[in-house]
């Protein structure tokens, strides 16, 4: 069900389905233009037929929840906190998954802290094609594009625009796996092009930061399960590596093979697989290591979901080896 949740003179659009009582609360955040439904129609379904409640928000400045004239990645922060805090959808006994894709993931990680820190059962933090440092070369490019977009005078320019050879090169570049490409283009441009000219220029500010990621790790509880497409043009590999690093033993990534960064459109059986398992998967024991569990936790994803282990090294980091898991 979608409903408009308001606070002060802006809105967000929202789509809530109660679950089972055992359940547990996806909350859902897609990535930048981009909307619930453009992000995780895929998964919702599969998520609800299990029997949880799923939160899928369209996020300030994006789809039909208003905007304002400059959005911040703390303004999108925030007001998805009024919502959690302000809602009885979610209650403080009930365990809670974030997912965020893109945008949503740097959004969703400090979403998840402030949950904690208001004392919400956080138990999994997923991150899909997220950024740990927006290179400078990214944010050049895509403020040039969203200021192309957000200079044009009418909503019918910006869509012959958006049907030029040169902007579908740049979409088709930057979000897929190059030999597949045109297998799911179609249907991710035009998810992709929902945003009008008004949400365009709101968002532009977004590209003109480097979002590092700076939660406090000794401060949370929650596991990270860190998850990259091989091809993300968009998310750099430092991004992938970077994430796991911050997060050390609380952090399980992933590197799917033969996807872009629309990792949700040309992997969504494998992102369905992942979130399953991690849903029933222990509670990470508060304030502890996280070493014993470890141990024993990887083991059981190799089995279950039929992963094969690559050791990756490197002098830099303070831990002498980094596990991640990559489908064979």
Known sequence: MEQLFHFGDQFLNVYTSQGKRNGKIYILL??????????FSMLIPDLEKRGNTVIALDMLGHGKSSTLEKVTTDDLVNTALLFVRQEKLINKTAEIIVVGHSLGSIVGQKLAYLMEQDGYIVKHMVIIGGFYLVPDRIRRMLFQVSTTAA????????????????????????????????????????AFNHANIEQIRSCRELFRSEEVI??????????????????????????????????????????????????????????RNVLAFFEHSPLQQRKSTGKPFMKKFLFAIKKKLHLSAFVFKQKTTPYKKKIFWTPT
């Not at 869509?159 to 190059?178: G, H």
């Not at 998850?227 to 998310?235: K, P, W």
């Open 214 to 271: 700076s939660i406090p790790t000794d401060e949370i509880n929650f596991r990270v399960i860190n998850i990259r497409g091989d091809h993300d043009a968009l998310s750099h590999q430092s991004d992938f590596l970077n994430i796991a690093r911050h997060y050390g033993e609380k952090a399980t990534s992933m590197l799917l093979p033969d996807c872009g960064h629309a990792t949700l459109l040309e992997k969504p059986d494998a992102i």
């Open 151 to 190: 200079g044009i005078a009418s909503e019918d320019l910006l869509k012959k625009f958006q049907e030029t050879a040169l902007y579908k090169s740049f979409v088709k570049m930057f979000w897929f796996y190059p030999e597949k490409s045109d297998e799911h283009f179609d249907e991710a441009y035009a």
């Open 30 to 39: 897609h990535g930048l233009f981009g909307t619930y439904q453009s992000g």
